[in-house]
């Protein structure tokens, strides 16, 4: 989606090294997410946030760390606690307090280990 | 958030209708419907969502059952460009919700 942009487009993380994907959007929209994918399966949730200053964990939090000092970005660290973490990564937003509330998707981040 | 059942493929010729079926059997009164497609290393998109009625947008038809138990996404006139993850999904929807997404269907269109 033109409205959310996510870089880079491909990350390499040596052993024991941080890496933070960036997301940034301009859609004005409060909530904020972050999902991971691994070959041949579905998306499953890492981090939430519905407003500035303010997040939640998903379903697969540990080894991950986010940070929403600002309404328009959503970092994501990757730790070195994260034993496993080759996979694509999307960030999503979506409009908060709509009933019929949709995700708007960004192109991903690809993070392999070197 | 209710769960969904959907067959792991299916296939269908270029210009036919493809009819994707998803089973939500668990679902409750106030939970929409959602599809999403994903072409290879994108972001997924939203496609079209519904509550008890039928929908139809420029992209594709849902069909809902009387009872709410089932679905089909209809996309009328498939190309090779539908070739996709399709996602059904369940949700209440709203600032507290969280769509949670399955495998998917893989729909391949044939030329």
């Known amino acids: 989606d033109g409205g959310i942009t996510q870089s880079p487009k491909y990350l390499f993380r040596k052993e024991g090294q941080n890496v933070t994907l960036s997301c940034e959007q301009n859609?004005?929209?409060?909530?904020m997410y972050w999902y991971r994918q691994d070959p041949g399966q579905g998306l499953r949730l890492i981090y939430y946030?519905?407003?500035?200053?303010?997040?939640q964990k998903g379903d697969i939090a540990e080894g991950y760390s986010v940070s929403r000092e600002k309404k328009e970005s959503f970092p994501l660290t990757v730790t070195s606690a994260q034993k496993n973490p080759t996979a694509f990564y999307l960030c999503?937003?979506?409009?908060?307090?709509?009933?019929?509330?949709?995700?708007?998707f960004g192109s991903g981040t690809q993070l392999s280990v070197l | 958030d209710a769960k969904t059942t959907q067959p792991p493929s299916m296939d269908c010729a270029e210009g036919r209708a493809a009819n994707l079926p998803c089973n939500h059997s668990?679902?409750?009164?106030?939970?929409?419907v959602y599809w999403y497609r994903q072409i290879h290393s994108q972001g997924p998109q939203y496609i079209i969502h519904?509550?008890?009625n039928n929908e139809t947008n420029e992209m594709a038809s849902l069909i809902i059952t009387e009872d709410r138990k089932s679905s089909t996404l209809i996309l009328p006139h498939a190309t090779l460009r539908d070739t996709a993850v399709y996602y059904c999904?369940?949700?209440?929807?709203?600032?507290?919700?969280?769509?949670?997404f399955g495998k998917g269907i893989t729909l391949s269109v044939r030329p």
């Open positions: 999503a937003t979506s409009d908060r307090g709509r009933l019929d509330e949709k995700l708007f």
């Open positions: 859609l004005n929209h409060d909530a």
């Open positions: 946030s519905q407003i500035v200053n303010d997040f």
């Open positions: 668990t679902i409750s009164g106030n939970e929409y």
């Open positions: 519904g509550l008890k």
């Open positions: 999904i369940v949700s209440i929807g709203g600032a507290n919700s969280k769509l949670t």
